[in-house]
Each structure stands twice: as structure tokens, then as C-alpha cells.
């Protein structure tokens, strides 16, 4: 991250870095890295689950002159003033653009309760051991899959994904087994591995099911055919 934030940098471009695949999976370094702005997502990795606020970081002394695309009241200086022109909070605050969703803030709240005292480190140790166990098992039963993440654990996230021929109707046999993943067009099946919960039994049992979905050719049956509005 440092070494691309440089880069870009030099050549007079801002570096927004997209954390939606990486908080809560492995340490980040935004200070470190000089990054300017990161945006991210809190219902992956982070645990808050569909609907979850989102997040921006901004570089400390970029925020007094980041002005908001969205001017949204909640960003005012003084939202109950009534003011009849845009006055910006000061700092990070300036970049909230509505009434916040309490009760997904809540929700939140309580997912990241669980990262006290966490180790981000050790934490990653274990996502790269679980996402190893999982690619073993399944290239050792299913030669038909091919790895499309990178081979190397230190290139990749928590996040292990697979080409497959048959993977949409694939996919939708297994979540109708209770292995939620996802499928992205036109052949990718992902799956995805949050270290703080997810242990090697429920790896084994993935990789179990499936197995036996590519090899029974559960797959080609007519409702996991039906292409659905999400994948």
C-alpha cells in the first residue's frame, strides 16, 4: 500500500484506498502508508451484516479543506441552527451526510465490540490458514474448479474464489445447503473466510459439501439454473 500510494503520489494523483475486503480481515496501515482518503463497508468483515454503515477516512490535514459531495444536514456546522447557506462541521464530521441509521449503527456497534483486545496480526495468521485448508481440500476432490485467487496467501485476503464451469447453478446448490458464498459472472465462485468466527470444521464441512455438489452434478437441476436478481 505504501509502495503504490508513493507512486501515485508522485505522479500528482490523491490515493483512495478501498477497504471493503480488507477491514477486519488484516491490519491496515493508513497512516503509515500516506494514504489521502479509504472507504470501506462494515457488513463484511466487520460483522455488522446487510445494511451496515459504510466509512470514509481522510487524511488528518486534508479534512479542514475536503468539501463533501453530498452536503447532507447531519455535516452542518449547526444542523438544528437553520442556517440559510452550507456551513461545514469542522474535521471528519463535515463528511456526514445524513440522519444516521440507528439501529445499523446499533448492530455495529456490538459486531466490533468483538475486536477488543484482537491481535490483527494473529488475526491474519489464522485467515491465511483457514483459506489454505479450504483451497487444499478442494483441489485435492475437485480438479474441475480452478484456483483464480492468487496462490500466494500473502497476495490475497480472506476471500478464496474459484472458476467453474457450472458455478452459478453450483453455488445455488450449495446455499440451498447452508454454504452461503456468491457467484460473479461469468464463472467465479467466491467464498469468503471472517477469522474471528469461522473455524477449520466449518471449512471442512464447506469443502465437504461442496464436493459432493460438483461430483453428484447437483448443480444441473433446473431451480439452481433459474438466474436470479443476486447472485
Given amino acids: ?15 483512495i484506498w478501498d477497504l471493503a475486503h480488507s477491514a477486519g480481515a488484516f491490519p491496515v496501515d493508513l497512516v503509515g502508508c500516506g494514504a ?3 472507504v470501506g463497508c462494515g457488513y463484511k468483515y466487520l460483522n455488522g451484516g446487510p445494511g451496515a454503515p459504510a466509512f470514509i477516512y481522510v487524511r488528518p ?13 447531519m455535516g452542518h456546522a449547526a444542523p438544528f441552527a437553520f442556517e440559510l447557506s452550507y456551513r461545514p462541521a469542522p474535521a471528519i464530521e463535515r ?10 449503527m446499533a448492530a455495529l456497534d456490538a459486531a466490533l465490540d468483538v475486536f477488543e483486545g484482537v491481535d490483527m496480526f494473529a488475526l491474519r495468521k489464522r485467515s491465511i490458514a483457514l483459506s489454505e485448508d479450504f483451497i487444499r481440500r478442494i483441489e485435492a476432490e475437485c480438479p474441475e474448479l480452478q484456483l483464480a485467487s492468487p496462490r500466494d496467501p500473502a497476495e490475497r485476503g480472506s476471500q478464496v474464489s474459484f472458476r467453474f464451469a457450472e458455478g452459478y447453478g453450483a453455488m445455488q446448490a450449495l446455499i440451498a445447503r447452508g454454504v452461503i458464498g456468491d457467484f460473479r459472472a461469468p464463472d467465479v465462485m467466491r467464498f469468503g473466510f471472517a477469522p474471528l468466527y469461522v ?3 466449518e471449512v471442512e464441512t464447506a469443502a465437504r459439501v461442496l464436493v459432493g455438489v460438483v461430483r453428484g452434478r447437483l448443480w444441473d437441476r433446473p431451480e439452481y439454473r433459474a438466474r436470479n436478481k443476486v447472485t
Fill in 95 to 104: 463528511l456526514r451526510a445524513g440522519t444516521p441509521p440507528v439501529l445499523s
Fill in 36 to 38: 489521502d482518503f479509504a
Fill in 1 to 15: 500500500m505504501r509502495l503504490l500510494t508513493e507512486k501515485a503520489k508522485a505522479c500528482g494523483a490523491v490515493m
Fill in 199 to 201: 473455524g477449520f470444521a
Fill in 61 to 73: 490535514d486534508l479534512q479542514p479543506r475536503v468539501a463533501p459531495a453530498l452536503s447532507g444536514w
